[in-house]
């Protein structure tokens, strides 16, 4: 009997993460981000005048801090099953991947372990540059397009490659505000 309740329980939160998949999915493609953003706030993420462009694919949005400012671009993938934090004034282009949680290769069970993502203020994540667990992107820091990020990054650092590493510095004297590039409101 109380294996019965236990794979109940077990089938009932699979289907409601089941459903809230298909509802995230649906919301990514609302044709206003102030509608999308509305929505995820009363589901729980924490959105400080940030946009979030349409096709985004997200996973424990209560585990999720956007920053003021700050510009989510298209498609991007957003893991916060171990905590995402984004900072303010952060671009992260289209189709970026933040994974908080991934398999361990060498364990018997297959099983997942994983840990938060902070990216600090000023960072620029560029197009399909991939995060991985642990790491943290330091201000100002700069990921070229297509970068596997293993490590965390220093501030001010770019990094490219994959693995990421350091190619060059960047300039410290950062006042700019996303916000001021104006935003088309149907994105």
Do not use: C
């Not at 933040?98 to 990216?119: E, K, V």
């Not at 700069?142 to 300039?171: H, L, Q, W």
């Amino acid at each position: 009997m109380k294996e019965t309740f236990f794979l109940n329980k077990k089938m009932l939160r699979s289907y409601f993460n089941g459903f809230l998949w298909l509802i995230l999915g649906l919301l990514s493609h609302i044709p206003s981000h102030f509608l999308r953003n509305s929505i995820l706030r009363l589901l729980g993420m924490k959105l400080d005048n940030a946009v979030l462009y349409s096709g985004f694919h997200i996973r424990k949005l209560s585990k999720i801090r956007i920053g003021k400012h700050t510009i989510i671009g298209h498609g991007v993938t957003l893991d916060g099953r171990n905590g995402i934090t984004i900072g303010e004034n952060v671009n992260i282009s289209s189709e970026v991947m933040l994974w908080t949680m991934q398999h361990d290769y060498n364990d018997s069970n297959f099983s997942a372990s994983g840990g938060p993502i902070i990216i600090n203020d000023y960072a620029w994540i560029s197009a399909r540059a991939i995060i991985l667990p642990n790491i943290t992107i330091g201000k100002g820091a700069v990921v070229a397009a297509g970068s596997v990020v293993t490590k965390d990054v220093e501030d001010y650092t770019v990094v490219g490659g994959i693995p990421a590493k350091k190619i060059a510095n960047r300039n410290k004297n950062l006042e700019y505000s996303l916000s001021d590039f104006g935003v088309t409101p149907f994105v």
